[in-house]
């Protein structure tokens, strides 16, 4: 695997997208901080993964999200374009397992839409990339994607504080959100976080 190539390519194709209400790039710099968070999760917890994996499938995972389709899945789109535009920097084994990651990524087995029904066993790779990317949405770049979005729909402080507390989309989504992970250390960090974002949107109105 040729990760300084993988990483470089990764950036010209990701880093000049412009996605209203975030800042152009935004896709690669969330795949760069969940990134982070994976190694951070996987070594709190002592798991034996792949990290050059690991990594590689963090960085790219929302890679096929900015130009999707309506009813298009980002994640089966991501593992394509992973499969077609990386192939000359992996190896066969190397490119399926990335691409494996990509595609299920938002596939958690603890969230709603395995209620009720069986779970699918992913590899350790997978499980930290999801929980990696529940993270991100929290803590100080929830915080950064709260603003940007308040900006957007032109919301007070006061409005804004609100739809973080009391809006029955946000709060379904906090619900999910802790619902869905995987691992004790990423459940720690969450709390942290949306511990972190209350205080600030407590001190905001």
């Not at 032109?154 to 995987?182: C, G, Q, T, Y």
Request: net charge negative.
């Amino acid at each position: 695997m040729n990760a300084d190539a993988i990483r470089k390519r990764t950036a010209e194709i990701m880093s000049g997208i412009v996605e209203i209400p975030y800042e152009p790039g935004y896709r690669l710099h969330h795949g760069e901080r969940s990134e982070r968070l994976c190694m951070q999760i996987a070594d709190a917890e002592k798991l034996a993964v792949d990290r050059e994996i690991l990594a590689m499938g963090a960085l790219m995972h929302d890679i096929g999200k900015s130009g999707c389709g309506k009813g298009e899945s980002h994640a089966v789109r991501g593992a394509r374009m992973v499969k077609e535009m990386f192939a000359d920097l992996m190896s066969p084994e190397e490119l399926a397992k990335v691409a494996g990651i990509v595609e299920h990524h938002f596939e958690r087995p603890n969230g709603k839409w395995y209620a009720g029904k069986e779970k699918p066993s992913w590899n350790n790779e997978i499980l930290i990339v999801q929980d990696a990317d529940v993270l991100d949405h929290f803590g100080i770049p929830g915080i950064w994607l709260s603003m940007h979005w308040a900006a957007y729909r032109k919301l007070s402080p006061a409005l804004a504080r609100h739809e973080w507390f009391d809006s029955e989309r946000m709060v379904a989504w906090r619900n999910e959100s802790v619902r869905s992970i995987n691992f004790e250390a990423s459940r720690r960090l969450l709390d942290l976080r949306i511990a972190e974002m209350d205080d600030f949107f407590r001190r905001l109105a």
